[in-house]
């Protein structure tokens, strides 16, 4: 991918506004509720410092290789203005109506229906609640391009 | 009075709480900064370190303090009449555990996004570190007994819940395959994983399982015990497996039946207009625990859980975009499980009996409360939904699988953690073979436990399992008495008015220290000799918070005297 042009990319930012592209974590990746008093604490039991395999596995991704991380630094360096959110597949609560809304304005509601019950597919690539590709598809470089042409649509 | 005007009026009180006395917290107490530089935007990495939209942060983290801990301990609580309970979940909830998960959340947010332990070496003593791990141990110990108790009495109380449960562990882990398999969208598997889930209600009535042959043949008195041994193989199992296999999709299969269940309790209860049956005050028989100070170790989660602040600094406070945000996700997390509670104690109070004299008859006395605390909840939801015309056993079944789910769950996480922590201390204390050796540890997790809920005693009187609800409750207190012991000192050393911290901190150390001392002196006398030294452990772990504590803030008072203030002790990143 080439130099970043930062004209082009003030047209595709647009509002600014919260969830224009959304990264849900692949399934793999997903963080389990469970509740009190077992819920997701994996990084709160575990205060010492140093290797141990199964902490590094339970508390320390690697963000390095996984393709959320690799996709949403390489959005924030090259589309800094454009509101970013990962997000898991089980947080319906926010998910649902967040791309139901954003979908509405853009392609209607029946589509924008349609589009919320898929945008529980782990890791789909969203905006402004529509799916525009999948993250287990796409390199970091292609997800800033696909994102960068949706949102300029 | 009608169960929803009492809904209707805690909703209110919750509001102007969160209003008012958070935003009082944001900016005068905890002194967030608009400015600040979060963790998130620091390390932003996109998988752990990840700015996040306020709303997104609190369905993640709401999700994950939200289960079947806020039902337990309201349902037994009630037994001292619905006033008491209600006013310690409203209060707890108001002064104690919103500033403590809002706390929690952003020390943690000033220290790298480091967790309540961690910082706790750094803030308070080195000692600290070694507590605090040596509290989350008997927490988690004490959370798979109790839990492993709770399932047991109500799968042999509701045989007919036990094929939907145990249909639910393949159903769950065939949906999560078909979902990674197929790369489908997890919304509307996980729906009809809910809908076949209760289609086996149905099933399940037909063909009630009970275990009282195997329990015979066996020899083992309580049917419950060999529940609670088949649970305990199989939250070992369970945390064995990756994570997104069998844990994830059952959360989110249970992350629906929460709606649902909410949605049930309150529906049924704007039909039903349910009236409460049990007194305000309840004329408890003489030799009761008294409500000083046993309500307040009772109900834990639903007024304050320690157990909050483990999920917010560990995973929450990496995910905060604006320090102001910890108002929004912190406080209004603790809202969301006090009402809960709420509803939990609503259940119990005005659900599961229609006239005082049906609830007496369930609430005689404390034993009689505590073994069947869980049931009532479950008859009284039962109630409520068959408000709304589901069939009455049905809708016992249903409310029987909705709890059962939470139970488990919190089993398969709890044991899970467990062995991180067994893991942990191992490391401090040099014994690498059991600290790098996975079976090992996960043995450790499982047995210690088990061993506590095959108490004699436990289920049937109601004893044991009240004493160990207690005592749980009493080490989850502990838990937020040393996160609130760290925010305490960290506001001090900042120069700001920790008032707010220090009286829910000091309140939280007399009741648990006192509840401690009763119980133990009654145990020695009951010739309790498994529980009289667990509960001088936990006591000897409380007087050591107290200690820490104390010598923590005189210190801190101490730097920040005089015009001069102590830099702000963060080691977050630069100002901007």
Redesign the interface.
Known sequence: MGPVDRGADRAVTGTGA??RVV?VRP????????????????????????P????RR??E?D?VA?P??????AL?AQLPDL?V??????????L?PAVLRRARRRVGTLAAVRSA???????SVLVDGVRVG?L?DLDADEVVAVVRRAAAA | MPAIVVAAAVAVLFFLAYRHYSSYLARRVYGADAAFVTPAHQY???????P??K??V???HF????????IVGPAIAAFWGWGPALAWIVVGTIFAAGVHDMGALAVSVRHRA?????I??DVISKRA?TL??LI?FF??TL?NAV?AVVIGNLLVANPGAVIPIFVEIPLAIGI?QY??RS??????PSLVGVVVLYLLIWVGQQVPIELTGLADALGVDNPRNVWVVILFVYAFIASRL???VL??PR??I???QL?IALGVIAAGILVGWNTIAAPLVNDVPEGSPSIFPFLFITVA?GAI?G?????????TA?QIDKEADVRHVGYLGAVG?GALAVGALLAVTAGVAATRADWQALYPDFSTASGGAVGNFVNGVGIFANNLGVPLDLAVIFAAVVVIS?AA??????VR?Q???V??IA??LGWQRL??N?TL?GIVAVVVPLAMALLPGGGEAGYTFGVLWQLFGTT?QLTAGLALAVVGVWVVQRGRNPVAVLVPLAFLLVMTSWALVVNLRNFIDDGQWVLAPLDAIIFVLAMWLVVEAALALRRASGSTSGDERAPVPDDSPQRR
């Open positions: 919260v969830g990264l399934w793999t990746d997903a963080r389990a509720g469970g509740g009190c008093c077992g819920g997701e604490a994996r990084d709160g039991v575990a205060p010492l410092a140093g141990g395999p199964e902490r339970a508390h991704h963000a996984d959320v991380g690799a996709a949403y630094r924030r509101d959110q990962v997000v898991d597949a089980g947080n319906t609560a926010w649902l019950l898929g945008a529980t597919r782990a890791g999948d287990a | 932003a990495d996109g998988i752990d370190f990840v996040t939209n709303h997104v609190f369905g993640h999700t994950s303090v939200a289960g079947a801990a806020p480091r967790n309540i332990g961690s706790a070496h570190r605090f791990l989350i927490l988690l959370v839990f999560g979902i990674y790369r489908s969208a997890a919304l509307v990756p994570v997104w844990l994830q959360d989110y249970n992350s629906h709606f989660c859980s157990f909050h602040s483990l999920v917010a600094s560990g995973t990496k499980e939470f769950t919190t089993m398969d996480t709890g953690l062995r991180y922590v893991q942990e490391e401090v600290a790098r996975l540890a989850n």
